[in-house]
């Protein structure tokens, strides 16, 4: 059963880097290099969307990672699990303090109403997510040391 929820935990939280990798790397230069009122309305939009998914898969992941550190506790490992889910809390904070708050403001801009500072309210939550990216890579690579 442990063999199970380590699989299956490392599955979620892989699954989640990825969206998270290619919204950094991937999505958002290519909104970028569209027309501003295209690039508002897109990030306006996956604001919106992954707004949404995103907090119910960083907690779920963190319950994933606390069941299996407790389920394991016993087993070779746990240390990279206790810290892989320490970096996924901190990962949570970050979103709370420093990404969620443009995001909030930036999923309701439109072409019309848009602050004139728009641009770079974006590229600062982009620096912040190109960091929770960073954080989030470095869970996953702990857990997957952990199922060696």
């Given at each position: 059963?442990?063999?199970?929820?380590?699989?299956?935990?490392?599955?979620?939280?892989?699954?989640?880097?990825?969206?998270?990798?290619?919204?950094?790397?991937?999505?958002n230069p290519i909104?970028?290099?569209?027309?501003?009122?295209?690039?508002?309305?897109?990030?306006?939009?996956?604001?919106?969307?992954?707004?949404?998914?995103?907090?119910?898969?960083?907690?779920?992941?963190?319950?994933?990672?606390?069941?299996?550190?407790?389920?394991?506790?016993?087993?070779?490992?746990?240390?990279?699990?206790?810290?892989?889910?320490?970096?996924?809390?901190?990962?949570?904070?970050?979103?709370?303090?420093?990404?969620?708050?443009?995001?909030?403001?930036?999923?309701?801009?439109?072409?019309?109403?848009?602050?004139?500072?728009?641009?770079?309210?974006?590229?600062?939550?982009?620096?912040?997510h190109y960091a929770?990216?960073?954080?989030?890579?470095?869970?996953?690579?702990?857990?997957?040391?952990?199922?060696?």
């Amino acid at each position: 059963m442990l063999d199970a929820l380590e699989v299956f935990t490392t599955v979620v939280i892989g699954l989640m880097v990825g969206v998270e990798f290619s919204v950094a790397f991937v999505v958002n230069p290519i909104l970028n290099g569209l027309p501003e009122e295209s690039a508002v309305l897109g990030r306006a939009r996956g604001g919106r969307m992954l707004g949404t998914v995103m907090p119910v898969w960083y907690i779920a992941s963190l319950v994933l990672v606390a069941v299996w550190a407790v389920a394991g506790w016993q087993h070779r490992g746990t240390g990279l699990v206790v810290t892989a889910g320490v970096l996924l809390v901190v990962s949570v904070i970050m979103s709370l303090l420093l990404l969620a708050p443009i995001n909030n403001r930036g999923k309701t801009w439109t072409p019309e109403n848009r602050p004139e500072d728009w641009k770079e309210q974006a590229n600062r939550w982009d620096r912040f997510h190109y960091a929770r990216v960073a954080v989030i890579i470095a869970a996953f690579t702990l857990l997957v040391a952990a199922l060696a």
